[in-house]
């Protein structure tokens, strides 16, 4: 006998010459079903080793390469992180399209300049955030999108491409605190004044 993964079992030779029932047969009591079988075919899949390498996306590859660039360990196994200058243009990939570029299925709510109409952000490019439970507008926290040019400077301001009038501001380090007093970083945020929530149906624009 021997004990295993699955219980004991028995192994070695074996005679019919010293058969008790005397009638020269040999049973073998064996419980096979479905539940069991099922069972053991789990275990082999979840012992198999993935030959297959995961796919990482963008984002978890610039992080992946930042954590080797910055980070080791010292001779007692502790980690030791070095101060790198954060540059906007490691991050290109985190710009949204302009949505004022035609598109092929445009998104019907918008964020429009006050003062020239043009469109200067979609509904989804909005980063909402909430206040007492209350999700907060007394800034305009967004996505940052192509017209921008934020990918030259750390931190600046916010102009509309079109009249160049101050929309917000924007900082990919220190980051802004709205006036509810959530801090965001990265941050980069239109003014509610300075801008109007429409919603376009067939062309025809509804200022909310």
């Known amino acids: 006998m021997q004990e295993t993964s699955f219980g004991w079992i028995i192994a070695g030779p074996y005679s019919t010459r010293n058969n008790s029932a005397g009638n020269g047969t040999t049973k073998c009591n064996f419980a096979n079903t479905r539940e069991v079988t099922e069972q053991l075919s789990k275990f082999w899949e ?3 080793v993935c030959s297959e390498k995961p796919a990482f996306s963008s984002e978890e590859v610039a992080c992946e390469k930042h954590f080797a660039n910055t980070v080791k360990r010292d001779a007692a196994g502790k980690f030791i992180v070095r101060k790198v200058k954060i540059l906007p243009q ?12 035609e598109q092929t299925e445009p998104e019907p709510n918008v964020y429009r300049c006050k003062k020239c109409r043009r469109i200067l952000a979609a509904e989804s490019n909005l980063l909402l955030h909430e206040s007492n439970g209350v999700v907060c507008k007394e800034t305009y926290f967004v996505e940052p999108i192509a017209w921008m040019n934020v990918l030259q400077e750390n931190q600046g301001k916010i102009l509309c491409p079109k009249c160049s009038t101050k929309l917000g501001s924007f900082s990919w380090i220190m980051g802004c605190q709205c006036p509810c007093g959530i801090q965001v970083a990265p941050a980069f945020y239109l003014t509610p004044s300075k801008v109007d929530f429409c919603n376009v149906v067939k062309n025809l624009e509804t200022t909310c």
């Open 90 to 101: 490691e991050f290109h990939y985190l710009i949204q399209p302009d949505p004022s570029l």
């Open 46 to 48: 979840l012992e198999e």
